[in-house]
């Protein structure tokens, strides 16, 4: 056994490096000047805090900060109630129409989103859904709510019915049910429901550089885009900028990290 642990240490090892590696990059290329030629894997020797200074101005990553908050906040809000109620009774009724919805829900989540974006465009021009928070949060949440109806079925699916029937008995509601029973339960998947689709949300590009065109509207992804183009290359400041919209979601799963493994699993092993 202990060659086998010895080597599955090495493949652990390997693993860690390979997803360390591009962080390192990143924050040493964050902290040197344009002008430095060293190589990127050396740490340079002087403190250089200017691009992140530039990148912030320069890129508008105020604006962006804030748009991304709202557009993220308000997604994962709509999906976290969505996603609770609609999963509650396909979890709890196991009716042929609730497993035909559940199975369209799951089927969707093969679906490229990119093979419908020209009818979808033509859509939000007609709406006037350009550049605006509720046309991305809409986008956002009729795209992210297949999985968060796959992980909320599932971890549902884990508790005993006992406990419904129990508060019914004593009076409680169907809502109060879901509201006051079922929702202080579901706090490991409500955190990999929030870090799953926050950071995908968050680091949208796809769809953002074509729906948030004007500058006031766009997110950080779009923003640091401005940095690469026929006249411009500042590998720096798009690595000061990456550094900062990196910040809040490496924050974001230090307080959640403990509810995450938890929340995913039941809801995969379940569902």
């Keep these: ?28 290329t964050s902290l040197k000047k344009d002008s430095d030629l060293s190589s990127k894997w050396s740490i340079p020797h002087y403190l250089y805090l200017n691009n992140f200074k530039d990148a912030w101005m320069r890129a508008h990553l105020g604006t962006a900060f804030i748009n991304d908050v709202m557009i993220t906040g308000l997604t994962l809000l709509m999906l976290i109630l969505l996603g609770m109620i609609s999963s509650y009774p396909l979890a709890r009724y196991r009716t042929h129409w609730n497993r035909f919805m559940y199975t369209v829900f799951i089927a969707a989540l093969i679906v490229p989103p990119l093979t419908i974006l020209v009818p979808l465009y033509k859509f939000y ?16 949440v009729t795209f992210y709510i297949p999985i968060t109806i796959f992980l909320y079925t599932g971890f549902i699916s884990s508790i005993p019915r006992e406990l419904d029937e129990a508060a019914l008995m004593d009076g409680s509601t169907r809502l109060g049910v879901i509201f006051k029973l079922i ?41 640091l885009s401005a940095f690469f183009g026929q006249y411009t290359n500042n590998v720096g400041w798009v690595a000061a900028g990456s550094v900062i919209a990196a910040f809040p979601l490496a924050v974001l799963y230090l307080f959640m990290q403990k509810y995450f493994i938890q929340g995913l699993s039941a809801g995969a092993v379940k569902g």
């Design 125 to 140: 021009v007609s709406l006037g859904a350009l550049n605006t928070y509720w046309g991305m949060v809409l986008l956002h």
């Design 183 to 223: 929702l202080p339960l579901l706090k490991p998947v409500t955190a990999t429901v929030i870090i799953v689709n926050g950071v995908n949300i968050w680091n949208d590009y796809q769809f953002s550089i074509f729906f948030l065109q004007k500058t006031s509207a766009q997110t950080f992804t779009v923003a």
């Design 1 to 28: 056994m202990k060659p086998v642990k010895r080597w599955m240490d090495i493949v652990t090892i390997l693993i860690c490096t390979a997803h360390i590696l591009p962080f390192y990059i990143l924050l040493t």
